[in-house]
Nanobody, 122 residues
Framework: QVQLGESGGGLVQAGGSLRLSCTAS????????VGWFRQAPGKEREFVTA????????YYADSVKGRFTFSRDGARNTGYLQMNSLKPEDTAVYYC???????????????WGQGTQVTVSS
């Protein structure tokens, strides 16, 4: 069982930055993939980024490429989502998830955090 905890959400003006953290307890991220998804009110949960932990291979949605960076700290068993040049359309609840293989599909992840709110004002 992997328990995930997110932190770092908040309110920021357009063009600003935030860094989200996802920490695992109960098991390390080794041999897992970690993904970030987001869900805005009235919309489906959508893929943001994912990392295959052992290979450090990252994947990004087109909407965040060049603005968001997903990095890992193996010693802290924590993944970091650095979000720069934020836009109002990035406003959503951001969820961290863990699975076996990096995937764009929420259903491929077995473990989820509780989510953290990111609000970008115009």
């Amino acid at each position: 069982q992997v328990q995930l905890g997110e932190s770092g959400g908040g309110l920021v003006q357009a063009g600003g930055s935030l860094r989200l953290s996802c920490t695992a307890s109960g098991r390390t991220f080794d041999r897992h993939a970690v993904g970030w998804f987001r869900q805005a009110p009235g919309k489906e949960r959508e893929f943001v980024t994912a990392i295959q932990w052992n290979t450090n291979t990252t994947y990004y949605a087109d909407s965040v490429k060049g603005r968001f960076t997903f990095s890992r700290d193996g010693a802290r068993n924590t993944g970091y989502l650095q979000m720069n040049s934020l836009k109002p359309e990035d406003t959503a609840v951001y969820y961290c998830a863990a699975g076996i293989e990096a995937s764009y599909l929420p259903g491929d992840y077995s473990f989820w955090g509780q989510g953290t709110q990111v609000t970008v004002s115009s």
